[in-house]
């Protein structure tokens, strides 16, 4: 069973930073590429980043030179550290990956960038 635990969101000013966090258990968590989600209200879900096993990274234009993911296999973790963060920034985000041809999903962790 797939299971997850996020943390780290919260209010932060623009120009601030955060890193949230997201432990998995109930796989191989090494074998794994993992995504971060975001979906702020009236908007699709959207991803902001991904990281494959060997480490490689992708991010959308969006987050580019601002956010990085990476992952830590000893701890079953993916970060997303998110730096110079803007309002626009602001939703739930989630983390994810996909395991025997399902979708599986953190909880969310709200992020709010406000003055």
């Known amino acids: 069973q797939v299971q997850f635990v996020e943390s780290g969101g919260g209010l932060v000013p623009p120009g601030g930073s955060l890193r949230l966090s997201c432990t998995a258990s109930?796989?191989?968590?090494?074998?794994?590429?993992m995504n971060w989600y975001r979906q702020a209200p009236g908007n699709q879900r959207e991803r902001v980043a991904r990281?494959?096993?060997?480490?490689?990274?992708v991010y959308p234009d969006s987050v580019k030179g601002r956010f990085t993911i990476s992952r830590d296999n000893a701890k079953n973790t993916v970060y997303l550290q998110m730096n110079s963060l803007r309002p626009e920034d602001t939703a739930v985000y989630y983390c994810?990956?996909?395991?025997?041809?399902?979708?599986?999903w953190g909880q969310g962790t709200q992020v709010t960038v406000s003055s």
């Open positions: 994810h990956l996909v395991h025997g041809g399902r979708d599986y």
């Open positions: 109930g796989i191989i968590f090494s074998a794994k590429i």
């Open positions: 990281i494959t096993v060997r480490g490689d990274t």
